[in-house]
């Protein structure tokens, strides 16, 4: 299974855009990269996701490298109500019934 | 509306007890899963199923069991036999064989005491 790698936790200003990485380096071609955020004891909720071609959303925007060994979620203006762990998955939708791998996850925290 | 949902939120059973876990969804999806979570860790996949009437382990199936008798319902059962079963355990959904999202329920908290 491809492994994530984030930062474990991150701050961003309110009103600044968040940029949170991630590295995805032993993805393979048929693998898409996903977008989730978890606030505390809830269920997990999508972002987005992509293949290898920029994605945007009206909650955030990813940009995958050519390579598609790295990418970036960027939430254009945080609020406190982004306050989340957000983790970076890669899903094959084939591998395992379409699982989701989760990592560890980075923790952002937005600061008035 | 559609979605999914788990029942209980909140579990308490006595050590040694099976308890079962309800995760129904309503959005016509064939594909399930279970995860489990820790606290301060990532979810890790129980088991899954991408049909009615077949399910498969997903990396720590030990100690539970499933079902998969209606395309709604997947219920998860935590048996006497999973050495640390208290734990936050989600389920989830999504359309099989396609790169769309996979919607969760909110959850449910087990605590073994």
Known sequence: DAKTTQPPSMDCAEGRAANLP???????GNEYVY?????HSQGPQYIIHGLKNNETNEMASLIITEDRKSSTLILPHATLRDTAVYYCIVRSLYNQGGKLIFGQGTELSVKP | DGGIT?????????????????????????????????????LRLIYYSQIVNDFQ?????????????KKESFPLTVTSAQKN?????LCASSIR??????FFGQGTRLTVV
């Open chain 1, 22 to 28: 991630c590295n995805h380096s032993t993805i393979s």
């Open chain 1, 35 to 39: 977008w989730y955020r978890q606030i």
């Open chain 2, 6 to 42: 788990q029942s209980p939120k909140y579990l308490f059973r006595k050590e040694g007890q099976n308890v079962t876990l309800s995760c129904e969804q309503n959005l016509n999806h064939d594909a399930m899963y279970w995860y489990r979570q820790d606290p301060g860790q990532g």
């Open chain 2, 57 to 69: 382990k997903g990396d720590i199936a030990e100690g539970y069991s499933v079902s998969r008798e």
């Open chain 2, 85 to 89: 079963p208290t734990a936050f355990y």
């Open chain 2, 97 to 102: 064989g396609a790169d769309t999202e996979a």
